[in-house]
């Protein structure tokens, strides 16, 4: 059965401090996507980024980064230099290859606070 | 860049009574979804849709919901007799094949008093 967990349940940090938000996964498939979505105190959900498991590369985008080991079966997001606008709720999120539209299964998201 | 549309963003239903939340998905996406937020929980899958049909369902998707694509644009979610436990974000979303180009709408708010 496929799992996501996202163990910290809330982090807090001070602005310019690097954070990292963890992610470990559960999965029998060898073809899958992982995803990371940021909730803010808005209530929508912003895609930040989707890897395929075929895809070990590590991503930089701004001050976002993104580690993706297969080995230890963990997709951790990495924000260098946090910002208050970065408070939100992350979700590390799983799904299976199937072209029958099988669901996303989300971790139960970690909420960062970024004071000033 | 194309969106998810959700309508209404808030609603507000009585116990028991039906309610019928709208979503219209990006225009070449075949696969549908509803998922589910109760308040300070997680994001929780409840149906997908594909070729007119539901592909897959949670054990949450029970007999009081169903899903319904009227028409060519509009992918609607009706719960038949409303709970307060139903009360949550109501989350549509739609894709190509699965995992690529997943997209989600900006969520409806129901509230059941």
């Known amino acids: 059965a496929q799992k996501v967990t996202q163990a910290q349940t809330e982090i807090s940090v001070v602005e310019k401090e690097d954070v990292t938000l963890d992610c470990v996964y559960e999965?029998?498939?060898?073809?899958?996507?992982l995803f990371w979505y940021k909730q803010p105190p808005s209530g929508e959900l912003v895609f930040l980024i989707r890897?395929?498991?075929?895809?070990?590369q590590n991503e930089i985008s701004g001050r976002y980064s993104w580690n993706f080991q297969k080995s230890t079966s963990s997709f951790n997001f990495t924000i260098t230099a946090s910002q208050v606008v970065d408070s939100a709720v992350y979700f590390c999120a799983l799904s299976e290859d199937n072209q029958a539209g099988t669901a996303l299964i989300f971790g139960k998201g970690t909420t960062l606070s970024v004071s000033s | 860049e194309p969106e998810v549309t959700q309508t209404p963003s808030h609603q507000v239903t009585q116990m028991g009574q039906e309610v019928i939340l709208r979503c219209v998905p990006i225009?070449?996406?075949?696969?549908f979804y509803w998922y589910r937020q109760i308040l300070g929980q997680k994001v929780e899958f409840l149906v997908s849709?594909?070729?007119?049909?539901?592909?897959?369902k949670s054990e949450i998707f029970d007999d009081q919901f169903s899903v319904e694509r009227p028409d060519g644009s509009n992918f609607t979610l009706k719960i038949r007799s409303t709970k307060l436990e139903d009360s949550a974000m109501y989350f549509c979303?739609?894709?190509?094949?699965?995992?690529?180009?997943?997209?989600f709408g900006s969520g409806t708010r129901l509230t059941v008093v």
């Open positions: 225009s070449n996406h075949l696969y």
């Open positions: 979303a739609s894709s190509i094949p699965t995992g690529v180009g997943y997209t």
């Open positions: 890897r395929n498991s075929f895809d070990e």
């Open positions: 999965t029998r498939d060898t073809t899958y996507y």
């Open positions: 849709f594909y070729n007119n049909e539901i592909s897959e």
